[in-house]
């Protein structure tokens, strides 16, 4: 549906000597899952949480490629990221599991600091009500909640071992490691079990259109992958 190529329109940053580049589909990715909420202000921070925890887990991946010398760029685009690593001689099936864990473990961490946060202003009584709206502690408190919920369910929804989720690509080099005839096929048909199954659990069970929606779209993604010669 969308490319990553680059447009006119794109922001270019840069983190840690990490170009980043922010393609104009992600804000409209991030008004879309962000629009249910109705207020223009809380819409506002939902696009704002949505561009930090993003970033802050493609710079988990994006640091430890950097740290064994592998150049690495990051694009943000409707519904994620990707940090584009050039990976050279000293790579090993290992140190790409790695990669690929410090993603969701970047955002596990910022969602251990975001907890202690809301658990300090509960503590001191800063919680505020929608009806105390205007007040600032209250805006605060949303977007603490709004960066606690993406960083628990993106990193969890990450570890499915979905092509081309992390977890699909540490099933997929797991298959190397156990020597797997074909590992990209035995990745891919992993990737449809799980993805269907999620499926069935978030429509089904849960009735969560976006999880559900999502992982239908990797379902089918990676059924088609299965079809295409390599």
Not at 58 to 78: M, S
Not at 172 to 187: G, K, N, Q, W, Y
Not at 192 to 199: D, F, K, Q, R
Request: proline share 6%; hydrophobic share 50%; charged share 10%.
């Amino acid at each position: 549906m969308f490319t990553i190529n680059p447009t006119p329109f794109d922001i270019r940053l840069v983190a840690f000597r990490i170009p980043i580049r922010v393609h104009p589909s992600f804000w409209l990715g991030s008004l879309i899952f962000g629009q249910s909420l109705g207020s223009p202000e809380l819409i506002f921070l939902w696009v704002i949480c949505s561009f930090v925890s993003i970033l802050i887990h493609e710079l988990g991946h994006a640091l430890t490629a950097e740290a064994y010398g592998w150049p690495t760029e990051i694009v943000l685009y409707f519904g994620g990221g990707l940090a584009m690593s050039q990976r050279g001689y000293n790579e090993t099936p290992w140190k790409s599991i790695l990669v690929s864990l410090m993603g969701p473990v970047a955002g596990f961490l910022l969602l251990g600091v975001i907890f202690v946060v809301m658990i300090g202003m509960a503590f001191s009584g800063q919680v505020r009500t929608p009806e105390a709206a205007s007040d600032f502690s209250y805006y605060l408190q949303q977007a603490l909640s709004y960066l606690f919920i993406m960083n628990l369910y993106w990193g969890l929804l990450n570890l499915i071992p979905v092509m081309p989720l992390d977890g699909g690509q540490i099933a997929r080099t797991l298959c190397e490691v156990l020597r797997f005839r074909d590992p990209i096929s035995a990745a891919l048909k992993l990737g449809v079990v799980a993805s269907g199954a999620a499926t069935y659990y978030f429509l089904v069970q849960r009735k969560e259109m976006m999880p559900g929606m999502l992982m239908l779209m990797l379902c089918l993604q990676n059924v088609s992958a299965l079809q295409t010669p390599r």
